[in-house]
């Protein structure tokens, strides 16, 4: 069946631009998570979501990084005004109630910033 | 959660067994083991768990020391594609409310032919 999916794949912009990331979760999936992952480094936790509930974002970087999921499926992770050191991988990852040990990741948004 | 360490890296012939360790002595009572791996270019992706007990899957065997203060995961029988960076990571399971996944550096496995 179908996986975690996100898009775009690749991001490249300026410095000081918006830009908007995409998630769709597997359908039925209730929980939505959020990590950044630096070059070299393991995901780190930015984040979740339980249905259109944004029940922990304590690990959004700055007040220029915005997450939503309006209808409690797809999820859109927005940073304004990017700044060099945004550049990463940012991936979604989605799991079901009855799955509580496993999370389900997308293949990640490699964002660079000029 | 508990804190893990594990080595930077590793090296495993293709076919042979790749034994991952991992420390976590300071588990708590209700934390579980899990293991993910991430291949180049794509999303981690889950492994194996276990609590005390050891676990075996068609992916890999989690082996838990009594005190449970290490494991070590067992890909059997490793091939190029099982080239990754594993993680092992400790956590409470709860059921009401997902959490997160607190992710280390992992190792570095390569498998070589």
């Known amino acids: 069946g179908a996986g975690v999916s996100q898009s775009p794949r690749y991001k490249v912009a300026k410095r000081g631009q918006d830009v908007a990331l995409r998630c769709d979760p597997i359908s039925g999936h209730v929980s939505l998570f959020w990590y950044q992952q630096a070059l070299g480094q393991g995901p780190e936790f930015l984040t979740y979501?339980?249905?259109?509930?944004?029940?922990?974002k304590s690990g959004l970087p700055s007040d220029r990084f915005f997450a939503e999921r309006p209808e409690g499926s797809v999820s859109t992770l927005k940073i304004q005004r990017t700044q060099q050191e945004d550049s990463a991988v940012y991936l979604c990852a989605s799991s079901s109630p009855g799955q509580t040990y496993e999370q389900y990741f997308g293949p990640g948004t490699r964002l660079t910033v000029t | 959660d508990a804190k893990t360490t594990q080595p930077t890296s590793m090296d495993c012939a293709e076919g042979r067994a790749a034994n991952l360790p991992c420390n976590h002595s300071t588990i708590s009572g209700n934390e579980y083991v899990y293991w993910y791996r991430q291949i180049h270019s794509q999303g981690p992706q889950y492994i194996i768990h276990g609590l005390k007990n050891n676990e075996t899957n068609e992916m890999a065997s989690l082996i838990i020391t009594e005190d449970r203060k290490s494991s070590t995961l067992i890909l059997p029988h490793a091939t190029l594609r099982d080239t990754a960076v594993y993680y092992c990571?400790?956590?409470?399971?709860?059921?009401?409310?997902?959490?997160?996944?607190?992710f280390g550096s992992g190792t570095q496995l390569t498998v070589l032919p």
């Open positions: 990571i400790v956590r409470v399971l709860s059921s009401g409310s997902a959490r997160q996944l607190t």
């Open positions: 979501f339980q249905n259109e509930a944004q029940l922990d």
